[in-house]
């Protein structure tokens, strides 16, 4: 099927009561295969099936629920992961992308970074239909309001109908796999008002405002918020560029780092600072976890015909199993299927170009 | 004059020996004008000399280096500047900026906020010749890694030739302000790899490239930076659009804030937090005084034939004071000559159209 592949129906999506399988690439990660393999059997002791791509020699012992799949060959440290994905059939993110086209998993997880899942996920599993193109969510993980923002890196420069797309994607995802009943979204901007911003965000705005009124819509589009809005609780889904949101992304783990290592160095500074440091620790616990990014699973590549999830490489098992079973819930709750009903619904679906409308007429296939 | 004006040599400055008067609008100001005026005797006693543009009644005793010009009319809270600017000639920021366009002052300060700068400067004082668009800069307060960047919102699109100037503008303000010899410069994107980020960068990173080798300028052209470098000390200068900026800042301000918040939270959830909290504030103050905002004077605004500064509203005396110190050594050490030699040394001023060269001969005129 050409990669504009004309709107229809997506894949037929298990059902809520049917058996997700999740593909796992394991090479890539920091502290090695063993350690995602140790995050899959966290999962599997949850009620995840799954099927493990790397090297099974250093997998370990593994509960039956988790199936391996040899595939010693790594390209997560390739510098350009499109050409590694087309030249190397045999990498274990390929083969893990290929077991998810072929029905073999529903949903994938790649510890191997977001470039290779973005390339191997584009390549074998393909756009889901009527998709533009695919986006980059991230849940931040801030305390009592996390929020989550897209694209934070696929498509570094968009058009009008590409944000518009990611407003519902996002909300899907919100819904499906973050468990928010009725997801406010809201546009990136230098101001409130609807005449802010760019161009390019401007005519957003004026769209989503136009396919979200009448309340059919399964998310409130709450108009524009600014930078301080991203920590600020004004919005669940909060959507913008790849090239800004990137930005955005990695200025907040920035100055989070940057803020908790003045912390800590204040608590080294002197025995007073030291003891100061240690009566306050435990009141700071419950906030340093809430900040904990593991616990939110990574990164969702969105726009697929399946969901990927990508933890990112310095992950522990524990944000590997959140990783498996985010993107288990993902598949059981029918994030695919949901984000291309509500589009539908709003008239945002890609059109196919008119000749390939033809092309698929009977009289001419 | 047309606001392209041909280029040419700015304005002659005031030698370094010269006396700099620096113009203040003291309304729109949060604690009222009288603050602002206490802000210039407090930098008048360092050597400045002011004059404030405010209500006279209820601006207090001053010392004989600061006149004041009666001027109670205030448009800081104009939802249109632009208009406000035009239709109120009598407002305290329209005519500070006279008085700097008329060489009564040779800089301007103002408390109103930055979009009545913005309106009241650009359409006084003028674009300096050459420049495309005027664009404000502000310094971070990043504790041992200060950094400036620029665009934060004037222009909240921008081309090319744009970005190209507000490297020169900012580099010329870290050296003749901030007091950086020779100022690193990059741009903001999504990866350090030139080919990353937008058409648009990907081009103003080319001509940054080609017009600063052979080290004739000012400044070294680090090229890209991501995100987290603008807290990171990779750049004294980095360079957006006005809309990533003005994200940029208002998420710094955002996450740092939020942080700031737990850790008081934590100070505050138990007697045992309340004793840590107190024994680390000691050694916290230092750091949270390095992150004050109005130790940096506030916003500044380039591309003008004067320099603008324009301090939060929010500020005290000592933010007052402390950007009309700025200002004042702007004007001292000729940041916008500065800025435009660098710039033609470069050959990168904007060209009058041909038709008004034309006009300019003197056989037309």
């Known amino acids: 099927m ?24 394991c090479n890539g990660a920091d502290l090695g295969p063993a350690e995602v393999a140790a995050g899959a059997a966290i999962a599997a002791r949850q009620g995840a099936r799954v099927i493990l791509f790397g090297p099974a020699a250093e997998l370990g012992e593994l509960p039956p629920e988790v199936q391996v799949v040899d595939a010693p060959v790594s390209i997560a440290k390739s510098a350009d992961p499109a050409s590694a994905v087309r030249a190397t059939p045999e990498a274990s993110i390929v083969q893990a992308a290929r077991a998810v086209a072929q029905g073999a998993a529903q949903a994938l997880v790649c510890a191997g970074g977001t470039g290779a899942a973005l390339a191997a996920g584009t390549f074998n599993i393909k756009r889901a239909p009527g998709i533009y193109r695919p986006a980059l969510a991230i849940p931040l993980p801030v305390p009592d309001r996390p929020v989550t923002l ?85 919005a669940d889904v909060i959507v913008t560029d790849g090239l800004t949101g990137n930005i955005a992304l990695k200025l907040t783990e920035g100055v989070s780092k940057l803020m908790l290592g003045a912390v800590r160095d204040a608590a080294m500074s002197s025995p007073r600072g030291r003891l100061g440091g240690l009566l306050l620790r435990r009141a700071l616990r419950g906030f340093r976890d809430e900040l904990d990014p593991e616990a939110q699973g990574g990164a969702y590549l969105l726009g697929m015909r399946r969901l990927g999830v990508v933890p990112h490489g310095s992950f522990t098992r524990k944000g590997f199993a959140q990783a498996i079973l985010r993107a288990e819930r993902g598949a059981r709750e029918d994030l695919v299927g949901r984000t291309h009903r509500a589009l539908e619904q709003a008239g945002a679906l890609k059109q196919a170009p008119v000749s390939a409308r033809a092309a698929s007429l009977p009289h001419t296939g």
């Open 2 to 25: 050409a990669p504009w592949a004309s709107p229809g129906a997506p894949p037929a999506q298990p059902q809520r009561s049917g058996v997700v399988t999740v593909a796992v690439d």
């Open 150 to 234: 897209l694209d934070v890196g696929a498509n570094a420069e968009c058009r009008r109908e590409h944000l518009v797309q990611f407003a519902f994607m996002g909300a899907a995802l919100a819904q499906s796999v973050l468990g928010i009943a009725r997801p406010r979204v809201a546009l990136l901007s230098n101001g409130e008002e609807p005449e802010r911003g760019s161009a390019l965000l401007r005519e957003a705005h004026a769209e989503l405002l136009e396919r979200t009124t009448g309340g059919a819509a399964p998310f409130a589009f709450v108009g524009n918020v600014e930078g301080g809005d991203v920590v600020g609780g004004t």
